[in-house]
């Protein structure tokens, strides 16, 4: 009799409980806003270590390893061309919107109750391997700068995570779609000190999350 009123206590849970933390990667397609004259997009991979307050508020961790590129040194004025690897370093606050709308009466709510903002600290080791900073087309143009540097930043992020859910209806599995625009407290992640603006990245990214454990429960019934 015991067991079983465990068995019927833990079953009446369905639809409920929620790992606190998930493992995940992802993809990223990057565009560095510099000082060079023209874009060029790279890619990036992202690891992230999360933990879930509740499933639509979570703290984020991530690891970021790629390259950033831009410029082209025999068609523009200036001639600047960079190639910069980099890591990167980052944490999140992240809010879905299931956490601030009742989504129980709601199709429209329902469907977008997984659309998140996200805002943190990171900061940034960049390492370029090619930086020209001589014009052919302006002699004697010179674009100062650093090969090697430390950045802060701050990310700003809008994304949307899908929720597959297992056989308890507990979300086990997680596509993340976002848009990531970081703000660099510097101007040297491209290698040149020119100019009165800050320099910036922006990413595409597309990843998974895998639930980890930690099973605890929601105050709603997660999915509908």
């Known amino acids: 009799m015991v067991v079983c009123f465990v068995v019927s206590t833990a079953r009446a849970q369905i639809g409920y409980d929620y790992a606190q933390y998930d493992v995940g990667f992802a993809a990223g397609i990057n565009k560095v806003y510099g000082d060079a004259e023209t874009f060029t997009q790279t890619q990036s991979i992202h690891f ?4 879930n307050v509740s499933p639509f508020v979570n703290y984020v961790f991530e690891l970021q390893l790629g390259q950033l590129k831009g410029g082209d040194s025999l068609k523009t004025l200036s001639g600047r061309q960079f190639t910069n690897d980099f890591t990167s370093v980052m944490f999140r606050g992240q809010v879905q919107l299931g956490e601030l709308v009742d989504y129980s009466q709601n199709p429209m709510y329902n469907a977008f109750k997984n659309l998140y903002l996200s805002v943190g600290l990171g900061f940034v080791v960049n390492h370029l391997t090619e930086a020209n900073r001589y014009s052919v087309l302006v002699p004697g143009y010179y674009s100062p700068g650093s090969n090697n540097s430390n950045e802060i930043l701050i990310p700003a992020r809008i994304g949307y995570e899908f929720k597959i859910y297992n056989k308890f209806n507990e979300p086990s599995f997680k596509v993340d779609v976002g848009y ?4 660099i407290l510097g101007d040297n992640l491209d290698g040149y000190t020119v ?5 910036a990245y922006s990413q595409i990214t597309i990843g998974v999350k895998f639930a980890l454990g930690g099973i605890t429960s929601y105050r709603k019934l997660i999915t509908y």
């Open 48 to 51: 992230n270590l999360n933990y």
């Open 180 to 183: 990531q625009y970081n703000f």
């Open 195 to 199: 100019g009165n603006k800050n320099d």
